[in-house]
């Protein structure tokens, strides 16, 4: 092939390149290590409503239409990044972040912009409607229980047996449904972003201890054994203690109900390095079908084989828990095996790195 020859095809592939990129529904920003715009695409001109002949060259900090945007592209980041952010008043925006290299070296970064305004109205009318409903459900729930129990209690006049076995069966039931209410305000509060109210220096290793407490009697009813691990001095972390007591319950709640009896339960709680506490849950339960390990935080999902046992669960448990998790700053994530068992990992930020996490998110 003559130069000429190369030259031509080598053009008409860079132009091939370009049209793919201005045919893209999503946004594309390629920007230098110093956070000037190499390149723009049709889709992020409209979103971002510019020019793009006007920015290519420019450096994304000096120009006013990026002044929201800029924050939330970390040019000095070696991991791919993805954040949502309200733009403007009417445009929200999932913006995902990839480094660049070339020989080991950062030379800049990809930005994609994909526009979920839709999907968040349809959230927020979702939230709403549940917010809504659960609220509704909520007092009638608990004017029946009380109602049961003044029964059970006999301040009415004493039952008869049958009787008495019939409002017992209703009594529970309805004490399942305010569960299920209560859950799904919990779901509703952290779908409204408003759910860390009262944060305050917590002793891990206590919390965690009262959880227990409270689920001896059902651990000695299933014949288990559940063993508790933890470092003598262990730092406080700053948490909601409500919202955390809520995560590790529902985590230590599926251990012993997807535990055979005579299973064994472990609880670790250890520090890592300076900056964070490891919180380990393990059984030696049903586990988790290898095939539906990647929607376990997902809500309403239940495994195949639980729903086989248990047809009274929500499937909100594990949602909310990651939810806790991750508002506080930390992360969650799980190991299992299908008939041998299942181990749930906990990090949190102790009291320094947690203030770090909170104004990097807020302000």
Known sequence: MWPWEKAHSRLKFDISETEIINHLTDGILVLDKNGKILLANNAAEKILTIEKERVIGRTIFWLDRFIILSPHIPLFSKKKEEKEAQIRENLILKITTVPTFSENNKVGVLVILHDITKEKIIEKAKSDFLTLATHQLWTPTSAIK???????????????????????????TNNREIKLVGDLLQVA??????????????????????????????????????????????PNIMADEIKMRIAIENILNNSIKYTPPRGKISISVSKIDQDEVKIKISDTGIGIPKNQQNRVFTKFFRASNVIQRDTEGTGLGLYMAKNIIEAHGGEIWFESEEGKGTTFYITLPIKKRFGEFITSKFY
């Open 189 to 234: 509060k952290i779908e409204e972003g408003k759910y860390l109210s009262n944060l305050k220096l917590l002793n891990i290793n206590e919390l965690i201890a009262a959880v227990i407490n409270n689920y001896q009697k059902i651990i000695k009813k299933q014949r288990l054994t559940l063993k508790f691990n933890k470092e003598a001095v262990v």
């Open 146 to 172: 009380w109602s049961l129990r003044m029964l059970l209690d006999g301040e009415f006049g004493k039952l008869t047996k049958k009787q008495e076995e019939i409002v017992k069966k209703i009594y529970e």
